[in-house]
């Protein structure tokens, strides 16, 4: 049976994905239609609906909830991993807000937006693009501030940039909870049965990567060409986590408090 799948080319993504997608595992007679794009537009799939699964934003999911179900199997979600608040010179917050710059985002439904409003509430001011674009534009000047997220966050120095706030660290401090980047989701129109079928062989998937690592660097680096290995391997050990196997009721309250502080700041 064919599935449409749609994930990012970030290498957390790839690595999971890579043995459900090029056959090392049992697939229990699934196949899957491959849909690789950025954050962004993954995003704006699921607003659409068109993806029967697919790998979106926790704010994203937050406006999906009704049509697409969270699988327990696949987040992007930890500690010490969110986005960061960057700038081209050294500012704090204070600063910034009396400047009140237009600031780089790497998408309005992006979970890095939401981290960034609950931050910073008054700070509206914002352009979204791909995620990549986000710090060089910063770097160039075009943009005074902006949200980096994925890998960036082992490079922006290396630029020359500025940490303003890790979004991230604010919210673990606010909520002592891991941070829910990303979310797996189905779509509900595929049924009970089908869904946790997709949930086991993802889960599957997963698993064998972390056990034979090596296996998916080749699909791996057909997406992130431009990643040094040592960036590649910081990259996957951050994002996939004992929560990419299984999110557990740790994870699902932070998963709900997300939606919970979404809901306050009127992101939903």
Request: aromatic share 8%; charged share 25%.
């Amino acid at each position: 049976m064919m599935i449409s799948l749609g994930f990012s080319t970030c290498p957390n993504d790839t690595f999971m994905f890579d043995a459900m997608v090029n056959g090392r595992i049992n697939t229990e007679g699934l196949a899957f239609d491959l849909v690789i794009e950025d954050i962004l537009h993954l995003n704006r799939k699921a607003l659409s609906g068109e993806l029967e699964v697919l790998k979106i934003s926790y704010n994203a999911y937050g406006h999906v909830k009704d049509n697409y179900r969270l699988l327990r199997s696949g987040s992007a979600m930890g500690v010490g991993c969110g986005p960061i608040l960057i700038s081209s010179k050294p500012l704090s917050i204070d600063q910034l807000r009396d400047v009140n710059p237009k600031i780089a985002i790497p998408g309005v439904n992006t979970t890095a937006n939401l981290l960034m409003s609950y931050f910073a509430p008054d700070l509206v001011n914002k352009e979204e693009m791909l995620f990549h674009k986000v710090m060089s534009e910063v770097a160039m000047g075009t943009y005074e501030a902006g949200v980096i997220i994925h890998e960036n966050r082992f490079t922006y120095e290396e630029q020359g940039l500025y940490c303003v706030q890790d979004l991230g660290a604010y919210w673990e401090e606010q909520t002592g909870l891991p941070i829910p980047l990303g979310a797996i989701c189905a779509r509900e129109d595929l049924g009970n049965d089908l869904i946790a079928k997709i949930e086991r062989v993802l889960r599957r998937s997963i698993e064998y990567a972390l056990d034979y690592p090596d296996e998916s660097k080749a699909f791996i680096r057909q997406y992130a060409q431009d990643l040094s290995p040592e960036v590649t391997k910081a990259h996957i050990d951050l994002y996939v986590n004992k929560y990419s196997i299984d999110m557990g009721e740790e994870g699902r309250t932070a998963v709900d408090k997300l939606l919970s502080v979404g809901k306050s700041i009127r992101i939903f």
